[in-house]
């Protein structure tokens, strides 16, 4: 493959930030999807007398490529920093590619059998795997390349780029909802969004191909040792920081369409407004959170988006649940006020935290512990919280619980960071 070295001063601002977010553009889609068919996926790939238990199955799937990502975030971040942050970025959105375009033509449970359901777990570890390094990488890469009082503003892309996978995945889910019927949608119609998101995911492999972004200096030791030995404390830093925003995130934009459509009884249509609405909203509020965090610091930003997510927690779920169409989407836009405030807070924080020899590997394994091990846990948290206790707002005590871990890791542990150097 032929590689062309760069300067990235002479690459214009709207191209920088095209290649930074591509990547989580597809992860998140693909990501997004799944979640929002879930119900249907546990009903072709995990079948059972009782729907809760296919749901909660499905869920468990979709949790498995979660719990895989800290791997995954050491494997491509030891490439991004053994080997420059463009060689993990290609590698990780190539990777996310192959599962992407499979799952549209996975067999089901009825045509295989048991090798369904294995089928389908065994993709969402591969993409797990490859996502590890996608999101870190590309805030890693923002950042470094970023004028330093604007570091928060490029590097809060990667997390526009994320959540305009979301919104994507919500309209698609919109629209085969509005032009097929249940039966059609069962049958073959859940396939087609996982088709369009491999085109998608193709198109980031031909952003990134070829290129290479000259990189600060790199470690001249193992990486990985590194992070486990001499860099801990901050990578633990960043981990704690981020459970808070992750469970919140989840819970607002992923589980919701699931706990309006199943737990409220709103219906698919309201359901998928109401998710679109509230993550257009959130990408209004994450360059404006990323501009407040560059010029009065981080500490300010996190801690007063700490504080309104364990307070407000209860009312907004209290909200979700009211019934009401409109009061819905006031509790929907109240959780994306909160995770925008706090994801612009902390898409910068991160990458201040962690040293440069060890950025790419420690920041990979520190936030993916942390979203694999609570964010993607969170939908199947949420449905066994609500069938155990019987209690529909029990996943707001989930969400309050980790939101208060965040706030207190800011308060007592970590200073502020916006004026440091980054190399």
């Keep these: 493959m032929q590689v062309k070295v760069i300067d990235s001063a002479k690459i214009s601002f709207m191209r920088l930030i095209l290649i930074g977010l591509i990547g989580n553009v597809v992860e998140w889609y693909d990501f997004?999807?799944?979640?929002?068919?879930?119900t249907v996926i546990g009903k072709v790939?995990?079948?059972?007398?009782?729907?809760?238990?296919?749901l909660i199955a499905s869920l468990g799937a979709f949790a498995a490529g979660f719990l895989v990502r800290p791997f995954g975030g050491l494997v491509f971040g030891r490439i991004g920093d053994l080997f420059g942050r463009s060689r993990a970025m290609f590698l990780s959105v190539l990777a996310m590619a192959v599962p992407t375009v499979l799952m549209a033509f996975l067999p089901t449970y009825e045509k295989v059998g048991i090798a369904a359901p294995i089928a389908i777990v065994l993709l969402r570890v591969v993409q797990g795997l490859s996502v590890g390094?996608?999101?870190?990488?590309?805030?890693?890469?923002?950042?470094?390349?970023?004028?330093?009082k604007r570091r928060a503003f490029f590097a809060v892309w990667g997390s526009w780029g994320a959540t305009a996978g979301i919104l994507l995945g919500s309209v698609m889910g919109l629209l085969v909802t509005n032009t097929l019927d249940e039966d059609a949608i069962i049958e073959w119609g859940w396939r087609i969004p996982f088709l369009i998101g491999g085109m998608v995911a193709l198109s980031g492999v031909l952003v990134r191909k070829?290129?290479?972004?000259?990189?600060?200096?790199?470690l001249k030791m193992e990486p990985v040792r590194a992070v486990f030995t001499q860099y801990y404390p901050d990578v633990l830093k960043v981990a704690l920081l981020n459970i808070g925003s992750t469970v919140a995130y989840y819970t607002a934009f992923v589980y919701s369409v699931t706990y309006i459509r199943n737990i409220d009884q709103l219906?698919?249509?309201?359901?998928?407004?109401?998710?679109?609405?509230?993550?257009?909203?959130?990408?209004?509020?994450?360059?404006?959170?990323?501009?407040f965090s560059d010029r009065y610091g981080r500490r300010p930003v996190l801690l007063v988006a700490g504080t309104l997510l364990v307070v407000a927690s209860i009312p907004l779920f209290h909200l979700v649940h009211s019934g009401s169409e409109g009061l819905v989407f006031v509790g929907e836009f109240g959780f994306s006020v909160i995770v925008g405030l706090m994801v612009g807070g902390l898409v910068a924080t991160n990458v201040e935290l962690i040293p440069t020899p060890v950025r790419c590997t420690g920041l990979a394994f520190a936030y993916n512990a942390s979203n694999g091990i609570f964010g993607g846990t969170t939908p199947v948290i949420a449905a066994w919280l609500v069938s155990s206790t019987?209690?529909?707002?029990?996943?707001?005590?989930?969400?309050?619980a980790m939101a208060t871990v965040s706030l207190f890791t800011m308060l007592f542990w970590v200073g502020e960071t916006y004026r440091r150097p980054l190399n």
């Design 210 to 218: 070829g290129l290479h972004i000259n990189a600060p200096p790199v």
């Design 133 to 148: 390094g996608e999101f870190t990488s590309s805030l890693v890469f923002l950042a470094e390349q970023a004028p330093e």
């Design 390 to 400: 019987g209690n529909p707002i029990a996943p707001a005590y989930w969400v309050m």
């Design 32 to 38: 997004a999807v799944y979640g929002f068919f879930s």
């Design 267 to 291: 219906g698919d249509n309201i359901a998928f407004q109401v998710n679109i609405l509230s993550i257009l909203a959130l990408l209004f509020i994450l360059p404006l959170a990323a501009w």
């Design 45 to 54: 790939f995990f079948p059972s007398s009782d729907p809760a238990i296919s």
